[in-house]
């Protein structure tokens, strides 16, 4: 306790001292203040000074103080006031630009319509001009829209047929087989071993692995033009195998890049993908083309069908049919022996998930 008392002792003192201390200093500054200026003095020396700063000096001080802090004020105003006119000088400027454009744009389109209304409205015997009937512009418009419309049929027919000829010249050779092109996607498990179980017996099967992660449309087709010609030039594909991921009513083709029935509707370069691809289907087939898919079950559900049935659409006229059936069924079973050696392929099928074995060792 006693410790205490004394330390609380000691810092009244100390407080005391440096109030005796700011006091003192108060009075000097007031003295030297007085004699600085002795026109604000009170009368004789010997009167005492009671206030450490003067009036007259105090309201001076004052008056300093409000001028600095209105010149300041005034500053800064005039900078905002600027930064703004600034900002409204660049904001009306660029509307007058606008206002021009669209103006020029309105006349241009406004003196082309008038010009062109008084080359068709005007009769070259009568100088004076005449009213445009526009009762047969709607009717004008429909005829030349449906006779454009038949001039491109009459020029794919055109192409078809000549096309298609150009294949039958290409294919009309001793020993010819239709080619079977297989597509496999590499985030397939194993799928660098679906080349090794081809079917032996049938040379014109045509494996093409692709990377899922890095592969666009464009290389695929590149990639199935190249083979076709170097198998045979000139030949189309008969039948179509589409290894790849998926699952009901949807193919898992590319990375981020996903078929199902909605966008192969919206998607520019998955719809320019199958119109190409169906370029390169047979025109000489006389049975409609077959596009086989495995590994996934696409027609898991109704979203299955309507897939299959937009890139049948998509791919018209070329004659294309989707298939997609389940590999233990019987239809499964003669499309897998299509394409593979059916011993080696369920060798492959069982070793597909596993980790223990490496499908080298056992082929």
Same mark, same amino acid.
């Given at each position: 306790?006693g410790?205490?008392?004394?330390?609380?002792?000691?810092?009244?003192?100390?407080?005391?001292?440096?109030?005796?201390?700011?006091?003192?200093?108060?009075?000097?500054?007031?003295?030297?203040?007085?004699?600085?200026?002795?026109e604000?003095?009170?009368?004789?020396?010997?009167?005492?000074?009671?206030t450490w700063?003067?009036?007259?000096?105090?309201?001076?001080?004052?008056?300093?103080?409000?001028?600095?802090?209105?010149?300041?004020?005034?500053?800064?105003?005039? =900078?905002?006031?600027?930064?703004?006119?600034?900002?409204?000088s660049?904001i009306?400027?660029?509307?007058?630009?606008?206002?021009?454009?669209?103006?020029?744009?309105?006349? =241009?389109?406004?003196?082309?319509?008038?010009?062109?209304?008084r080359?068709?409205?005007?009769?070259?015997?009568?100088?004076?001009?005449?009213?445009?009937?526009?009762?047969?512009?709607?009717?004008?418009?429909?005829?030349?829209?449906?006779?454009?419309?038949?001039?491109?049929?009459?020029?794919?027919?055109?192409?078809?047929?000549?096309?298609?000829?150009?294949?039958?010249v290409?294919?009309?050779?001793?020993?010819?087989?239709?080619?079977?092109?297989?597509?496999?996607?590499?985030?397939?498990?194993?799928?660098?071993?679906?080349?090794?179980?081809?079917?032996?017996?049938?040379?014109?099967?045509?494996?093409?692995?692709?990377?899922?992660?890095?592969?666009?449309?464009?290389?695929?087709?590149?990639?199935?033009?190249?083979?076709?010609?170097?198998?045979?030039?000139?030949?189309?594909?008969w =039948?179509?195998?589409?290894?790849?991921?998926?699952?009901?009513?949807?193919?898992?083709?590319? =990375?981020?890049?996903?078929?199902?029935?909605?966008?192969?509707?919206k998607?520019?370069?998955?719809?320019?993908?199958?119109?190409?691809?169906?370029?390169?289907?047979?025109?000489?087939?006389?049975e409609?083309?077959?596009?086989?898919?495995?590994?996934?079950?696409?027609?898991?559900?109704?979203?299955?069908?309507?897939?299959?049935?937009?890139?049948?659409?998509?791919?018209?006229?070329?004659?294309?049919?989707?298939?997609?059936?389940?590999?233990?069924?019987?239809?499964?079973?003669?499309?897998?022996?299509?394409?593979?050696?059916?011993?080696?392929?369920?060798?492959?099928?069982?070793?597909?998930?596993?980790?223990?074995?490496?499908?080298?060792?056992?082929?």
């Amino acid at each position: 306790m006693g410790a205490v008392a004394s330390r609380r002792r000691a810092l009244r003192s100390e407080a005391m001292s440096s109030v005796a201390a700011k006091v003192r200093a108060a009075r000097a500054f007031g003295e030297y203040l007085s004699q600085s200026h002795p026109e604000n003095r009170n009368g004789a020396d010997d009167v005492p000074i009671r206030t450490w700063f003067p009036k007259e000096n105090l309201f001076s001080f004052q008056t300093a103080t409000t001028t600095m802090q209105a010149v300041f004020r005034g500053y800064a105003e005039r =900078k905002r006031r600027k930064r703004e006119n600034d900002s409204a000088s660049v904001i009306q400027r660029n509307f007058r630009k606008h206002l021009r454009m669209v103006g020029s744009r309105r006349v =241009k389109a406004q003196t082309f319509a008038e010009r062109r209304e008084r080359s068709f409205s005007r009769s070259w015997s009568d100088p004076t001009p005449m009213k445009a009937d526009t009762s047969h512009d709607s009717r004008d418009s429909s005829d030349l829209q449906s006779s454009h419309c038949t001039l491109g049929e009459a020029f794919e027919d055109l192409d078809w047929e000549t096309e298609r000829g150009l294949e039958a010249v290409a294919c009309d050779t001793e020993g010819f087989v239709p080619p079977k092109v297989m597509l496999i996607s590499s985030k397939v498990p194993k799928a660098e071993y679906i080349p090794t179980i081809l079917r032996r017996d049938d040379p014109s099967i045509i494996p093409i692995l692709y990377d899922h992660e890095h592969a666009t449309f464009e290389d695929i087709l590149e990639e199935i033009e190249k083979k076709l010609n170097v198998y045979h030039k000139g030949a189309k594909i008969w =039948k179509m195998l589409i290894f790849c991921q998926g699952g009901p009513g949807h193919l898992y083709l590319l =990375k981020n890049k996903v078929a199902t029935f909605a966008k192969v509707e919206k998607e520019e370069d998955m719809i320019h993908f199958w119109k190409r691809l169906s370029r390169l289907m047979s025109k000489v087939n006389p049975e409609p083309n077959v596009i086989h898919v495995m590994g996934c079950y696409v027609l898991g559900n109704p979203n299955g069908e309507k897939l299959f049935q937009n890139l049948r659409t998509l791919m018209t006229p070329y004659r294309v049919i989707f298939e997609s059936p389940l590999e233990l069924s019987a239809q499964g079973k003669q499309m897998i022996e299509t394409y593979f050696d059916f011993r080696l392929y369920r060798l492959w099928k069982s070793r597909q998930h596993s980790k223990l074995l490496d499908f080298e060792d056992v082929l």
